[in-house]
């Protein structure tokens, strides 16, 4: 992965290895003037005017060369994970949503999907040769409730190849900075995942850390994925809160960033 400086001033993270138009937002090259939330922060009820959300998300889809409209709802730390089309373009963001979901799959073309992180985990998902795409939110409960795994399963249902399916991993918070408690590991160990999970735990210096980046590779590679599939960033949200929102750099005070990704529209 790497940063993309785009002409309009957006900084953001793209993956080497999709080649159709996603990113992963910075908090850089925005119109936010809060503090906390300078500058592209792209969730509502943050501080900032609904107006202002939707020049940042302009401003953002503009530089990745997405369409305009983005499906993202509000989120839940579920592992559902809904299909999504053309009926669907801009829930969340430009049309009010009464619903909540973490995770998207469509095969429609010319409709952009999305999922809001300021720590969790996003994953944007590809088969490029069938035309399936997907985005995740993973946050520890996401992602202990396998819903890696079940964003595959909805991409195979519609013609996707596990084989041939590529996960981008974003920036999150890391392994160096995600201290947990022992209720946590406890959690874990009564998931679903948790024998894919436990081993991404690691006590040092007597605090147990957890690698969520490491959780999802793990239940996305028993999903079917191959290893060289899967690009993760290595980017900590929590060690660089001069690019990234950071839920926990900054005690809830922050903007959330957007990672999104879409089939471009057919002729
Ligand atoms: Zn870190």
Not at 96 to 110: E, F, M, Q, W
Request: charged share 20%; aromatic share 4%.
């Amino acid at each position: 992965m790497r940063f993309i400086d785009a002409p309009n001033g957006v900084c953001y993270v793209r993956s080497n290895r999709i080649a159709l138009p996603h990113g992963f937002s910075t908090r850089i090259g925005g119109v936010s003037a809060l503090p906390h939330t300078a500058s592209l922060n792209l969730a509502f009820g943050r501080g900032d005017d609904d107006a202002v959300v939707l020049a940042n998300l302009d401003r953002f889809t503009d530089a990745v060369g997405l369409p305009a409209e983005v499906i993202s709802l509000p989120q839940i730390h579920s592992a559902d994970v809904r299909v999504v089309g053309e009926a669907d373009r801009g829930l969340g963001y430009q049309r009010p949503a009464d619903v909540s979901c973490d995770g998207y799959v469509t095969a429609a073309r010319g409709v952009a999907i999305g999922v809001k992180t300021a720590d969790c985990v996003p994953i944007l998902l590809a088969d490029e040769t069938a035309g399936v795409i997907g985005a995740l939110h993973a946050g520890w409960r996401g992602t202990v409730a396998g819903i890696a795994q079940a964003g595959v399963g909805k991409m195979v249902a519609l013609g996707a190849d596990p084989a041939r399916i590529v996960a981008a991993i974003g920036p999150s918070i890391g392994p160096c900075c995600y201290m947990v408690g022992d209720d946590f590991a406890a959690a874990v160990a009564a998931s679903p995942c948790a024998d894919l999970c436990l081993p991404h735990l690691a006590r040092r210096d007597g605090h147990l850390f957890a690698d969520l980046p490491a959780m999802n590779t793990a239940i996305l590679r028993a999903a079917g994925l191959r290893a060289d599939n899967i690009d993760a960033s290595g980017l900590c949200t929590c060690c660089d809160t001069a690019r990234f929102y950071s839920h926990r750099a900054s005690h809830g005070q922050r903007g959330t960033m957007l990672s999104a990704i879409a089939l471009p529209k057919g002729d």
